[in-house]
T-cell receptor, first 113, second 114 residues
Framework: DVKVTQSSRYLVKRTGEKVFLECVQDMDHENMFWYRQDPGLGLRLIYFSYDVKMKEKGDIPEGYSVSREKKERFSLILESASTNQTSMYLC????????????FGEGSRLTVL | AQSVTQLDSHVSVSEGTPVLLRCNYSSSYSPSLFWYVQHPNKGLQLLLKYTSAATLVKGINGFEAEFKKSETSFHLTKPSAHMSDAAEYFCVVRENSGYSTLTFGKGTMLLVSP
């Protein structure tokens, strides 16, 4: 069965802390994505990667960075967390090309105090 | 540019009655369209997709959607709601032009009462 695993389901951090959200997929997918989900706003794309060590900005990259050192792993980094980054973060992967099905992890709910 | 509008933030139905979730899209090129479902505390799962083949698309769990180019719509329907259909549903568009990612609608919460 296909699987996208997000290492932390719930995190609580303080303002100014550095936060790492990890995502691993076992499907050998080329593309990986980080989305942010907020009530009434749907999903907004933060960053995506179509190959190892490649990254592209999405719609809301400010305050975030990413790392993809291995094909199966895509990390989202908040260099200095702020309260407006309190949100649900969803990782997804897909095969090569951008019209295919996205497979999602179960999400990481981050609260920044 | 592409965009998608889900016309209802919440839809309430009784079990056994039809479901209609409305979605309109905008795209400069021929689009691919998707519906995803998210159950509480879960990630999103693909229900169905339209990619320029048949305009009536059948998905999982008895859902279907019809692509209507003249109306720029892709509404999701199901003849008879089940309690397990209660979830949030997202309409998604992608322009079939080069390096285009997906644009998600803001979601419609489907409530099913006994």
């Amino acid at each position: 069965d296909v699987k996208v695993t997000q290492s932390s389901r719930y995190l609580v951090k303080r303002t100014g802390e550095k936060v790492f959200l990890e995502c691993v997929q076992d499907m050998d997918h080329e593309n990986m994505f980080w989305y942010r989900q907020d009530p009434g706003l749907g999903l907004r794309l933060i960053y995506f990667s179509y190959d190892v060590k490649m990254k592209e900005k999405g719609d809301i990259p400010e305050g975030y960075s990413v790392s993809r050192e291995k094909k199966e792993r895509f990390s989202l980094i908040l260099e200095s967390a702020s309260t407006n980054q309190t949100s649900m973060y969803l990782c997804a992967s897909s095969l090569q090309g951008f019209g295919g099905e996205l497979f999602f992890g179960e999400g990481s709910r981050l609260t920044v105090l | 540019a592409q965009s998608v509008t889900q016309l209802d933030s919440h839809v309430s139905v009784s079990e056994g009655t039809p479901v209609l979730l409305r979605c309109n899209y905008s795209s400069s090129y021929s689009p691919s369209l998707f519906w995803y479902v998210q159950h509480p505390n879960k990630g999103l799962q693909l229900l169905l997709k339209y990619t320029s083949a048949a305009t009536l698309v059948k998905g999982i769990n008895g859902f279907e959607a019809e692509f209507k180019k003249s109306e720029t719509s892709f509404h999701l329907t199901k003849p008879s709601a089940h309690m397990s259909d209660a979830a949030e549903y997202f309409c998604v568009v992608r322009e079939n032009s080069g390096y285009s990612t997906l644009t998600f609608g803001k979601g419609t919460m489907l409530l099913v009462s006994p």
